[in-house]
């Protein structure tokens, strides 16, 4: 079940695009401006909106770690913006001064990609802020791009309906011919599938177009083999163009938005319809995943951002979405303790985790000494921060699930002052009182409260205390 939990409507102008970090949603608009919210409370940070576009902008992303936010524009540039502080670091302008319509951040090395109207693609160094390599497609504006999860190449989208694939030096290796009237959007998942045949590991890519399709595709990246695309299926949901498309952080949904103002999650396995979504009033032009929470956002030329919440019982990135399992977290991968990392804000330390071939297991078997002496972490603060996320994790693996109803609907964590509020809902107080500090309308519904008053939920707070007991005993 998907259950539209709130909607942004701070756009004066049609939404383009919305992006999520960890903690943060980003949305960009035509009327010039970014704008950045918290993920714990839906409320705008108060650096945003982020303006210095001239003209509409088209694309939003975060870096890996979300501490960059980066932007691209039809006045030619791409900005990059610290998403702490909202400071500008950045503008890059595009070789020719054509529109940009798409950037991307690669995973490694910090690399953003940025296509333009006239074709032109350039790969951006973040770090010096010089052009690192720029190349241009056969025809077309340069309307969609993703990378690889290894970042050793990525694949781009044309108006002339072409798929091209790219390595990192920006050679061009693989051209297919996919949506007969320009491909619209493109995205690779994280996840790979293997092949039990031949040991292969493929990745799944989709597309969509303006031929009303979404294609899902294989692909295959080996330096023996070389590039090899093929066509899985092609999902034929919509009833106009498709004109945004995404996969879920572990590859088994897939979401699309479309002129036809619906939008659809389908199973990636079978193609299947999960859900089809039809509260936007207008064209959908974006949409996007959560990366460690069982959130959708949706954006539309009605000026409004939907926030949807899924009830499914999925694991992202290794991460299980509602409740964390130990059997899961000791499973992990080192690319899963890699995201977990970068999701605590500990991104500079994937780097030493993967030197050090940190598992699940072993993570969950870090000590402060071993942090010390094994890790070499010198610093005593930057130790205790990893030791007490460690320990965090650690409390979560071995609990058992928490009834939904003793969990806050904004917050969800397990509430220790529960109100009910005039909506019928019970909420955590500190939460739900920052909530209505900034606005009147219910977190559950959206509608508006006819009163602020909070009551104290007794029955409740008796019923999560006597539960409480019971895990203790």
């Given amino acids: 079940m998907a259950t539209l939990i709130h909607t942004l409507a701070d756009h004066s102008d049609d939404v383009n695009c919305c992006a999520f970090s960890s903690s943060c949603l980003a949305t960009c608009s ?31 992303c975060f870096s890996p770690s979300g501490r960059v936010l980066a932007s691209c524009s039809t006045d030619g540039t791409a900005a990059l913006w610290d998403s702490r502080d909202g400071r500008r670091l950045a503008v890059l302008e595009q070789p020719g ?8 951040f690669s995973p490694e090395p910090a690399c953003l990609l940025a296509g333009a109207a006239d074709g032109s693609l350039v790969l951006w160094n973040v770090h010096s802020l010089k052009l690192y390599r720029s190349g241009k497609v056969k025809g077309g504006s ?12 990525f694949v781009t989208g044309s108006s002339s309906g072409d798929l091209t694939i790219w390595d990192d030096k920006m050679r061009c290796l693989y051209n297919e011919k996919a949506h007969d009237l320009g491909v619209t959007c493109c995205d690779i998942s994280s996840h790979p599938i293997s092949d039990n045949e031949n040991g292969l590991k493929y990745f799944q890519m989709a597309s969509c177009g303006q031929d009303n399709q979404i294609k899902l595709w294989l692909i295959l990246f080996a330096d023996f083999l070389g590039v090899q695309l093929k066509c899985k299926c092609t999902l034929n949901g919509h009833s106009a163009p498709v004109l945004a498309c995404a996969f879920s952080c572990d590859g088994q949904m897939i979401v699309s938005g479309s002129v036809d103002k619906c939008v659809i999650i389908y199973e990636t396995s079978t193609g299947n319809t999960l859900h089809t979504l039809s509260q936007h009033t207008r064209y959908v032009t974006t949409c996007a995943f959560a990366p460690h929470s069982p959130l959708l956002a949706t954006g539309s030329m009605d ?3 939907h926030i949807w919440q899924l009830d499914l019982k999925e694991h992202c990135a290794g991460v299980t979405v ?13 690319d899963d303790v890699s995201a977990w990392l970068c999701a605590q804000d500990l991104s500079d330390f994937v780097g030493l985790f993967k030197m050090n071939n940190i598992n699940g297991k072993e993570l969950l078997n870090l000590t402060k000494e071993s942090l ?10 930057l130790r205790s921060k990893v030791l007490q996320k460690i320990e965090e994790l650690r409390m979560t693996t071995i609990s058992v699930s928490v009834p939904d109803e003793f969990l806050c609907p904004i917050t969800r964590e397990l ?16 939460a739900m009182e920052n909530w209505i500090s ?21 029955t409740l707070k008796m019923a999560i205390s006597r539960w409480l007991e019971t895990q203790q005993k």
Avoid: Q
């Avoid at 970014?34 to 576009?53: C, K």
């Avoid at 001064?97 to 991307?104: G, I, K, N, Y």
């Avoid at 010390?372 to 603060?381: D, F, P, T």
């Fill in 372 to 381: 010390a002496n094994e890790l070499k972490i010198e610093s005593l603060g």
């Fill in 438 to 458: 900034n606005r009147r309308s219910s977190p559950m519904t959206n509608l508006p409260l006819h009163s602020l008053m909070l009551t104290p939920n007794r």
């Fill in 322 to 334: 509602e409740n964390e399992s130990k059997v899961a977290v000791e499973d992990w991968s080192e």
């Fill in 303 to 305: 000026k409004t951002v």
């Fill in 142 to 153: 340069l309307m969609a791009c993703a990378f690889s999860p290894n970042g050793n190449f």
């Fill in 415 to 430: 509430m220790n002052d529960p109100v009910i509020a005039t909506d019928g809902y019970s909420y955590e107080r500190e």
């Fill in 30 to 60: 035509l009327d010039k401006t970014i704008r950045v919210y918290s993920l714990s409370t839906f409320t705008e940070l108060p650096y945003s909106p982020l303006e210095g576009h001239r003209y509409a902008v088209h694309c939003c």
């Fill in 97 to 104: 001064a054509s529109p940009v319509r798409v950037c991307r």
